[in-house]
T-cell receptor
Framework: AQTVTQSQPEMSVQEAETVTLSCTYD???????LFWYKQPPSRQMILVIR??????QNATENRFSVNFQKAAKSFSLKISDSQLGDAAMYFCAYRSAPPGYALNFGKGTSLLVTP | GAVVSQHPSRVICKSGTSVKIECRSL??????MFWYRQFPKQSLMLMATSNEGSKATYEQGVEKDKFLINHASLTLSTLTVTSAHPEDSSFYIC?????????????FGPGTRLLVL
């Protein structure tokens, strides 16, 4: 079974600054997907960014970007120009390539954004 | 974008009663739906995978007679917590597999908070 590890239970960043959340995973598969989800206090899960393992180029979505290191099995999330609305729990997730597989989540990182 | 709804958003029930939670994909057909459980300040734990028209596949440690899942149509899956007890109190989230911009992804419902007294 694949395991997803988020080693930072809590992180703090000042508004407008940059923060990086770390995620590592363990798998023997060569094709898979990686995701970062945000869960604000409303508890609605929101997809932040996704990365296909076969793509070498790191995914970016506006202020959010990832550093995907396939050999090291590392998938960190960088949030630039942090905003108060970025405060939330962030979950890293792994999904096997074939359709219909569920997401395997890490334990999450709580991000606090200070003014 | 794709929308998944859950009903009810919160429910309080007495110990021993059964509670049904509905998960609907509103604007797409969901061949697969997933049910997760989340305890306070913890991650999402997969309970079961539900494919339309077939029996759900439960994760190890999840009692299938306790958590009944029905996926009768391409837009509706239900989770029934039978003979609920206080330890079943939790946040239950469903997600549905769909397609957007040719990419398969999972869309999450807003969750259901269950409190068993």
């Amino acid at each position: 079974a694949q395991t997803v590890t988020q080693s930072q239970p809590e992180m703090s960043v000042q508004e407008a600054e940059t923060v990086t959340l770390s995620c590592t995973y363990d798998t023997s598969e060569s094709d898979y997907y990686l995701f970062w989800y945000k869960q604000p206090p409303s508890r609605q899960m929101i997809l932040v960014i996704r990365q296909e393992a076969y793509k070498q180029q790191n995914a970016t979505e506006n202020r959010f970007s990832v550093n995907f290191q396939k050999a090291a099995k590392s998938f960190s999330l960088k949030i630039s120009d942090s905003q108060l609305g970025d405060a939330a729990m962030y979950f890293c997730a792994y999904r096997s390539a074939p359709p219909g597989y569920a997401l395997n989540f890490g334990k999450g990182t709580s991000l606090l954004v200070t003014p | 974008g794709a929308v998944v709804s859950q009903h009810p958003s919160r429910v309080i029930c007495k110990s021993g009663t059964s509670v049904k939670i509905e998960c609907r994909s509103l604007d797409f057909q969901a061949t697969t739906m997933f049910w997760y459980r989340q305890f306070p300040k913890q991650s999402l734990m997969l309970m079961a995978t539900s494919n339309e028209g077939s029996k759900a596949t439960y994760e190890q440690g999840v009692e299938k007679d306790k958590f009944l899942i029905n996926h009768a149509s391409l837009t509706l899956s239900t989770l029934t917590v039978t003979s609920a007890h206080p330890e079943d109190s939790s946040f239950y989230i469903c997600s549905a597999r769909g397609r957007r911009a040719s990419q398969e992804t999972q869309y999450f419902g807003p969750g259901t908070r269950l409190l068993v007294l």
